[in-house]
């Protein structure tokens, strides 16, 4: 499995699959949620809509996976990470968690390149370097069997300098 860094829109990254840093109610919302949901378009909230109709709202560290819409991927996996509060050891399972979900979902749907923002640095306030380690660590030790390729998307230079760093 390679490992790719790019410094850019998630949006814009062609890929089978991109992954949403989404919140519980799947409905969008701030950050690379509402770039993701507004890129998209409408089909995405709908099928967020129909998923929440099925299970409720997705939990902390959940996967669920919808089509991407307008976007240049076939699908759009929604993860919710864990917001900051202190209690590192919990939050870190549960961001390890987001990572790990995500890939085996990926698997279940063949895809072959995934796309990953920096789930929880935003408005979670997950320290960025922790954040960076458990994403890094996380992948690096995930069997993959159809996975040929993980890119991590950075939006800002704190998390591309952590992630140069890391994948060195």
Known sequence: MNIELIKGDITKISADAIVNAANSSLLGGGGVDGAIHRAGGKQILEECIQ??????????????????????????????????????????????????????????????????????????????????????ETVKNFQAETIEKVIFVCFDDDNEKIYKKLLD
Do not use: M
């Not at 790990?100 to 390149?113: D, F, M, P, V, Y």
């Open 51 to 136: 998923i929440r109709n099925r299970q409720g709202k997705c939990n902390t560290g959940e996967a669920v996976a919808t089509s991407a819409g307008n976007l240049p991927a076939k699908y759009v996996i929604h993860t919710v990470g864990p917001v900051w509060n202190g209690e590192e050891d919990k939050s870190s399972k549960l961001l390890e968690d987001c990572y790990r979900n995500s890939l085996q979902l990926a698997e279940s749907l063949g895809i072959k390149t995934i796309a990953f923002p920096n789930i929880s640095t935003g408005i979670y306030q997950f320290p960025k370097e922790l954040a960076g380690k458990i994403a890094v």
